[in-house]
């Protein structure tokens, strides 16, 4: 599928992993729609890709379909990519007894699981109603799972949950959404370099790297934005989760 004359809506865009993806697609010839809850940072990628910024929260339905309105106007809607999460790190049962604060689980699983079937299921209202190119095909929607998913290390259980549910919608969404001509494809990342990264020590950041297999180092969100591109130009892609971790198993801790 071809970018040109199209746009992409990217979700937690402002920086890392959703950064990186709205700066290939835009180069590779889509109208960037960059969402983010970050207004500076968000409104400054926007400028510099020539997309748009949308404020919004994916688990605000209002906002998210202003910021799908806002994508519609530069051009017909193809993509959609979900970036947006957070992570959260908790044992079911800490040292001392006490369990998972419920309230915590939940904030968990509505970012990351509902905050990324809210974008899927608007984002492909929207996608539907393009006209169709080649075999019927409309679009594609991109979410983000995580190795965790499969690997979910100790004080992970509300992010390896919420992860594992992405990767559990991929196929049963692709299946519904065939007939819209709409792929779904995940990717799993293992640990990029991204900002929150960042913050963390050198030899800390040398610790997260080896358990990766080859290459031994962080991910590079120029790679994620990669696969991404890769997906979207790849019709034949649809209804999988693609790990994208370096051959890392993660640990227990």
Known sequence: MQLAGSSALVTGAASGLGAA?????????????????????????????????????????????????????????????????????????????????????????????????????????????????????????????????????????AYAASKAGVVGMTLPAARDLAPAGIRVVTIAPGIFDTPMLGTLPEDKRAALAADVVAPKRLGDPAEYAALVAAVVGNDYLNGETIRLDGALRMPPK
């Open 21 to 157: 993806t709205a700066r290939r697609l835009a180069a590779d010839g889509a109208k960037v729609v960059v969402v983010d809850r970050d207004e500076a940072r968000g409104a400054a990628l926007a400028a510099e890709i020539g997309g748009a910024f949308a404020k919004a929260d994916v688990t605000d339905a209002a906002q998210l379909e202003a910021a799908i309105t806002e994508a519609g106007k530069l051009a017909p809607l193809r993509v959609a990519v979900s970036c947006a999460g957070v992570g959260w790190a908790s044992r079911t049962l800490d040292k001392t007894g006490t369990p998972h604060k419920l309230d915590l689980f939940q904030t968990v699983i509505g970012i990351n699981l509902v905050g990324t079937f809210n974008v899927l299921r608007l984002a492909a209202a929207a996608i539907a109603k393009s006209e169709p190119l080649a075999h019927g095909a409309r679009g594609v929607i991109v979410n983000t799972a995580s190795v965790a998913a499969y690997d979910g290390q100790i004080g992970q259980i």
